[in-house]
């Protein structure tokens, strides 16, 4: 008599144990997703203090764009707006907490990725015994190439060489 | 002349009032899901079962494809610019925010929720849901809700393995097949897809997962309780679903990127 | 119109039911008397299960009353409505067991449902219940291995589950071979006689079900055009009557459905 409940039981046994490993199988999906094809370096978070840089030509600078020193991306450009006053770009930026050494006459430049790529920021070290802060603003500063300023540059030196 | 004009007024007021019907009956289910969920979590289990692990067959081997094809038609574009290295990144994106929960849905409509709308059309045909209501026990609540939510429930999961088994497809071709780097394949990934991208799949595979387990209860539902109620009931279902999420695929996109 | 039937459980007083504009009831009157078995017969489609849908509450009539232990199913909440089906039991037509339940499970179903019974309690009252109408050796098959009068026996196994005080029975002889049809009569009979049970049977088996019925109704035209004991409906004078109890295929019910001419059609006369 027992034998029909417990056949019952085995067939939820055996649903809950499929729902389960489904469920868990998802998760692991998920976890695949987010962990491995995502960089979790580009996620520095909102941990951070955030310095400020000005340049006379942003180029195709985007919000989120790496901050990188010596190749390794250490935060994000969190913002870029136009100061009317001084009549160029400001780009601020938040750098992860572990680079806290940064020298303060560390020098910023709109860099290009690849042919193709993105443009970013890169740092270049300064040789200052006192550090960036919260709020700091990076006094040397190099604009992106924009590529038809260089082409124009070079066609009339070309021609000036005639 | 006054005749088809006749028709199609007739035509949208049917189609306002089931846009309506559905509504009230999204409301009813929406109400009563949470009591189902801690009250008979055993049901919603069972349905989990039914419309996750068993679409497994069938997420498993188009996800694969979808990603071979992709690695394919991706590398073959890409390396006409000299780029085939953002093979991984192409592929990941294409998938996570658009293909993944779209294709998704369209096979768990096909497999699951024409199963789900033509069980639930049989039992309307066969008087057991009006059995149900003579028992004083609520069809709605006994058996539409715990299928609606192990819709709901299985959806963003489904889509996850299908993205994680169509990377998988995309890889093989790529590196294996192809000869893309296999560190450049994964490397640039990681520093193009963010996990915003990821969640804008999550949260379109969300709303993807309620649009079509309702669609598929409600046309079973409501089919009309013959044998030929019930097979149009599942047409209906695959239909009125491909519609609906490719409608609000690109709303969606709009809003989570705009 | 005589009604020997008194002190009835359910009332139907001037009912009148549209479907999509057409009349299926027009002004209806049926009392159904406590612990006895009525009959109510008629042609098909006169509305049979429509009444059963307004007894429970699954309809509601566009005028009149239908009561239920005096009151109005119609005015009823929701949950008054569930309480007065977890008094009732209900055999449809095909039986309409649960197919992804066991016939254990059936007729556990409202139980589980509606009770927080042991289970020990539950295996107990089941088991009863199908030892009662003679399946109880059945009780691990799926409904789907059931033959019909199997499942319709099932069925009314589950729908005494709860101990209700009236059961509906929809066409309990409809489809079924003469030793089921004997085997379902012989329980309707011993449920009501044991267990003082009112029995709602509608049917159109006049002989069958006039065998063990107390009292019957016969509908035509949205009404009752008789009723009472079924040797009274025997006698009765209304043709329709003598039509029905008979099974006549020519009478007040004609055999032809109304259409154009014959001759005038098969000549090509009538316009298409």
């Known amino acids: 008599m027992n034998l029909g409940a417990k056949e019952i039981m085995k067939q939820t046994r055996a649903v809950e144990m499929g729902a389960g490993l489904f469920v868990l199988l998802g998760f692991g999906a998920l976890f695949f997703l987010i962990t491995q094809t995502t960089g979790l370096s580009n996620e520095i978070g909102n941990t951070g203090y955030t310095i400020n840089a000005r340049f006379e030509n942003v180029g195709d600078l985007k919000i989120r764009a790496p901050v990188t020193i010596s190749g390794v991306t250490i935060g994000r450009v969190t913002s870029i707006a136009y100061d009317p006053e001084r009549m160029n770009a400001v780009v601020e930026m938040m750098i992860a907490d572990q680079y806290r050494q940064l020298p303060d006459d560390s020098e910023a430049a709109i860099l290009t990725a690849g042919l193709i790529g993105g443009q970013y920021i890169g740092l270049t070290p300064g040789g200052s015994e006192t550090w960036l802060e919260q709020g700091s603003q990076i006094e040397f500063t190099q604009s992106a190439v924009v590529l038809e300023n260089l082409i124009g540059k070079f066609l009339s030196s070309v021609g000036g060489g005639n | 002349m006054n005749d088809w004009l006749c028709e199609i007024r007739e035509g949208i007021e049917a189609f306002v009032r089931s846009v309506g019907e559905l509504t009230l009956f999204f409301f009813n289910i929406a109400i009563y899901s949470p009591r189902t969920l801690v009250r008979r979590p055993g049901l919603v289990v069972k349905q989990v079962f039914n419309s996750g692990a068993m679409s497994m067959t069938i997420i498993l081997t188009c996800g694969l494809f979808v990603g071979m094809v992709l690695g394919l038609q991706g590398f073959d574009t890409l390396q006409r610019f000299g780029a085939e290295e953002a093979l991984g990144t192409f592929a990941t994106l294409s998938l996570v925010k658009e293909l993944g929960p779209v294709l998704t849905a369209l096979l768990f409509s096909g497999r699951a929720g024409t199963a789900l709308a033509s069980e639930i059309g049989l039992m309307r045909a066969t008087d057991q849901l009006a059995a149900m209501e003579m028992m004083a026990v609520d069809p709605v609540r006994r058996i539409v809700i715990p299928r609606f939510l192990g819709g709901v429930i299985a959806m963003p999961f489904l889509t996850a393995i299908f993205n994680m088994i169509a990377i998988f497809g995309a890889f093989l071709v790529g590196v294996t097949f192809m000869g893309v780097d296999q560190g450049a394949f994964w490397s640039q990934m990681h520093a193009n897809v963010t996990v915003a991208d990821v969640n804008q799949g999550v949260i379109k595979s969300l709303v993807f997962g309620i649009v079509a387990s309702l669609l598929a209860v409600y046309q079973g539902y409501t089919s009309v309780p013959t044998a030929e109620g019930v097979g149009r009931a599942t047409t209906r279902t695959v239909v009125t679903t491909a519609i609906t999420v490719l409608i609000l695929d690109y709303l969606l996109t709009a809003t989570l990127i705009g | ?272």
Request: glycine share 10%; proline share 6%; with cysteine.
């Open chain 3, 1 to 272: 119109m005589k009604n020997n039937c008194p002190e009835s459980i359910v009332e139907i007083r001037d009912v009148v039911f549209f479907r999509d504009a057409k009349p299926i009831f027009n002004g209806l009157n049926i009392k159904i008397p406590r612990g006895k078995i009525t009959a109510v017969m008629g042609p098909s489609g006169t509305g049979k299960t429509t009444l059963l849908r307004l007894i429970t509450g699954q309809l509601t009539p566009d005028r009149g009353h239908v009561c239920v232990e005096g009151q109005d199913v119609a005015q009823m909440s929701r949950d008054q409505l569930f309480a007065m089906r977890r008094k009732m039991g209900m055999l449809f037509q095909n039986g309409a067991l649960l197919t992804d339940l066991n016939v254990f499970e059936n007729v556990a179903f409202p139980l589980r449902e509606h009770t927080d019974l042991p289970e020990k309690l539950i295996r107990h009252i089941v088991l009863t219940k199908l030892h009662a109408v003679g399946l109880r050796g059945t009780w691990r098959m799926m409904p789907s291995e059931l033959s019909g009068g199997m499942a319709r026996r099932v069925a009314l196994a589950r729908s005494m589950a709860m101990d209700p005080e009236i059961i509906i029975y929809d066409e309990p002889l409809a489809g079924l071979d003469p030793i089921s049809m004997g085997v379902i009569l012989r329980l309707i009979k011993r449920l009501n006689d044991a267990l003082g049970i009112t029995s709602i049977v509608v049917s159109h088996d006049v002989h069958e079900i006039g065998s063990i019925a107390d009292c019957s109704y016969l509908m035509a035209d949205g009404k009752v055009i008789a009723s009472g004991a079924p040797d009274e409906l025997r006698k009765d004078g209304n043709p329709i009557v003598q039509q029905f109890m008979a099974g006549m295929a020519e009478g007040p019910v004609p055999f032809h459905y109304p259409g154009p001419d014959y001759e005038e059609q098969l000549l090509g006369k009538v316009a298409e």
